[in-house]
């Protein structure tokens, strides 16, 4: 029988006890042959090390000297860890018993697919896809990124209508495969980012190196989402705006950049006025200050990789179009309504 490639699910936890208490369970039951279990901790300061240590004696520790989010402290955690495939998994995710064996059969498929992810649900309500990755992520030619099933904040019911594998742009962090030699290939995270966007960006960089990335409709987890940063606070708002930038300014062919980017200001702007007129000030502040760490680091970015210059239109999971137009002005609320 030929060898099963080796994965290791690496969580990074900081101060989740409460979370590994209920899941870690359910990824215990996997029943992947050839496994190994890590847990990647962020300089906690509760007892969730403490936790695992004594109920997991099976799970490995890797402790991270700090708390350098999840770009930086997957980065460091993955230097030390020997695999063919590295699941990152979100310390709020419940998966099922058979949830790895899809996606390797799948990645199996061809050398190509660098980084693959399942079906997303909130388990808040089981019958629904989640916020962070749903169906496959998808970016529209503004950098505005969605995915199938989800549309800013309208999450549709799973009802089999993105049971197809396919090609994304872009694979969720909370549950993401990844071939441990393309992660590596590319430079992992970019540790600027600390946290949010950093999967997209790394999923570019490897459409960028001419990778592909999938999603497995077969395996099926459940997210509870919002675990660190919950949606509507102005921290993750600052994060997403500040880092969407970077990551328009790094990847974008260079004939593209100044022609994408202007457009987005005007329509940040829009935003950010939409947010005070709601009375949302700490909103309107954070675009605001997103704006402002974004061209102090763009004054002092040096590239970081030496991968060719890709237009964004040729790449998979791109909408040939302004995802936000289609969703304000023309109510297409679900991923099936756009026009591709």
Known sequence: MPVLPSVAVVILNWNGKSFLEQFLPSVCQSTYSNLQLIIADNASTDDSVAFVEQHYPQIRIIRNPGNDGFAGGYNEALQHVEADIYVLLNQDVEVEPGWIEPVVA??????????????????????????????????????????????????????????????????TGAALFIR??????????????????????????????????????????????????PQGNPRKLYLNFRNNLMMLWKNLHTEDRWIVLSQRFFLDILAAMKSLAAGKPKDMKAIWRAYLDYRKWRKNYVKKDDLPDVKLMTLKGVFHGIMIWRYYFLQHKKFSELKH
């Open 106 to 171: 799948l990645m199996q498929t061809s050398d190509q697919i660098a980084a693959c992810q399942p079906k997303m649900r909130s388990w808040h309500h089981k019958d629904e896809f989640e916020y962070a990755g749903a169906a496959g992520g998808w970016m529209d030619i503004l950098g505005y990124t969605f995915c199938r099933g989800r549309i800013l904040y309208t999450t549709e019911k799973d009802l089999g209508q993105y049971d197809d594998a396919q090609d994304i742009f872009w694979a």
């Open 180 to 229: 441990a030699k393309c992660f590596h290939e590319v430079g992992g995270f970019d540790a600027d980012f600390f946290a949010h966007m950093e999967e997209v960006d790394l999923c570019w960089r490897l459409q960028r190196a001419g990778y592909r990335i999938c999603y497995c409709p077969d395996s099926k987890v459940y997210h509870v989402g919002g675990g660190s940063l």
